[in-house]
């Protein structure tokens, strides 16, 4: 139980392009989702908490109008990527809580981004 | 943000061997606590997780220990195999909160 997958996998994109990901919880009804980027050999960096039916919470530094997140049901929430940039290259995780008090999170596979 | 660190960021061990990763937070009104086993390209997995009202939990061949005194976490992994060679995060939470995450601690499994 508890499984979050996330699609693509990995995906290349040309610089300006915009890019969808998508994170779902398949067996279990996730009302909160966490987005996190990952640069190489580092931890987890939180990007943003999305809750379903509301407007996500961005961490300071991200750019809501850049990475647009939507939390359309209790099974998926999407990460969009605008006019993505070189720099904007990197691993992006979700995660959902699993419900309940004291949560716990469950991670997808996560998506690696490369834009040229 | 929290600060939750490792004391080591690598850890070389001997197949066989036991590994024991640690984990020190700061915020003593975390109660709950998480391990995550993330290899190379995929998303950290689960491994075992630990409530503040509890100082030792058991998994398959793994242990986490809570030390609230000193605020202090660790992972213990019995009889180390070369499938375990990961990068391992301790996160904490807070009720209501979010999770924090340490930087992660690279373990090696040396055959």
């Known amino acids: 139980g508890a499984v979050v997958s996330q699609h693509p996998s990995r995906v290349i994109c040309k610089s300006g392009t915009s890019v969808k990901i998508e994170c779902r919880s398949l067996?279990?009804?996730?009302?909160?989702m966490f987005w996190y980027r990952q640069f190489p050999k580092k931890s987890l960096m939180l990007m943003a908490t999305?809750?379903?039916?509301?407007?996500?919470?961005?961490e300071q530094g991200v750019e809501k109008d850049k990475f647009l997140i939507n939390h359309a049901s209790l099974t998926l929430s999407t990460l969009t990527v605008t006019s993505a940039h070189p720099e904007d290259s990197s691993f992006y995780i979700c995660?959902?809580?699993?419900?309940?008090?004291?949560?716990?999170?469950?991670f997808g596979p996560g998506t690696r981004l490369t834009v040229l | 943000g929290e600060s939750v660190g490792l004391h080591l960021p690598t850890l070389s061990v001997q197949e066989g061997d036991n590994s024991i990763i640690n984990c020190a937070y700061s915020?003593?009104?975390?109660?709950?606590f998480i391990w995550y086993k993330q290899e190379s390209g995929k998303g950290p997995q689960f491994i075992i997780d630990?409530?503040?009202?509890?100082d030792k939990r058991q998994g398959q061949r793994v242990t986490v220990l809570l030390n609230k005194t000193v605020k202090h976490l660790s992972l213990q992994i019995a009889a180390t195999q070369p499938g375990d060679s990961a990068v391992y995060f301790c996160?904490?939470?807070?009720?209501?909160?979010?999770?924090?995450f340490g930087t992660g601690t690279s373990l090696t499994v040396i055959p």
């Open positions: 915020n003593s009104a975390s109660d709950y």
């Open positions: 995660s959902a809580l699993s419900g309940g008090a004291g949560d716990t999170q469950y």
């Open positions: 067996d279990f009804q996730a009302t909160t």
């Open positions: 996160a904490e939470n807070i009720p209501g909160n979010q999770f924090y």
């Open positions: 999305s809750n379903e039916g509301s407007k996500a919470t961005y």
């Open positions: 630990i409530r503040s009202n509890m």
